[in-house]
């Protein structure tokens, strides 16, 4: 169970912040803000996380799931780019 139990924009938008703050956790990459549209004309911007939160899902299982992941997938690539997780 993770800190965000209501399934809003808003927590989904932060959510999905910290899954690829995580995930592309790197020295070349700063994830600035993401933009999650519900509809054509309704949307939610997250620029990041408080403290409070990010100590809230590093204590949850997502943490350990997003580490699993970046193990077994390894090389992420995009465009001609490679980020090598380690």
Same mark, same amino acid.
């Given at each position: 169970?993770?800190?965000?139990?209501?399934?809003?924009?808003?927590?989904?938008?932060?959510?999905?912040?910290?899954?690829? !703050?995580? @995930?592309? =956790?790197?020295?070349?990459?700063?994830?600035?803000?993401?933009?999650?549209? %519900?509809?054509?004309?309704?949307?939610?911007?997250?620029?990041?996380?408080?403290?409070?939160?990010?100590?809230?899902?590093?204590? !949850?299982? @997502?943490? =350990?799931?997003?580490?699993?992941?970046?193990?077994?997938?390894?090389?992420? %690539?995009?465009?001609?780019?490679?980020?090598?997780?380690?």
């Amino acid at each position: 169970k993770n800190g965000f139990c209501n399934p809003s924009a808003e927590n989904i938008a932060k959510e999905i912040f910290y899954a690829v !703050s995580i @995930l592309m =956790n790197d020295d070349n990459l700063n994830l600035v803000e993401i933009t999650l549209h %519900e509809t054509s004309d309704c949307n939610v911007l997250c620029q990041g996380l408080t403290h409070e939160e990010y100590a809230q899902l590093n204590q !949850s299982s @997502l943490l =350990n799931t997003l580490i699993e992941y970046k193990k077994q997938k390894g090389v992420i %690539e995009y465009d001609e780019r490679k980020l090598e997780f380690v």
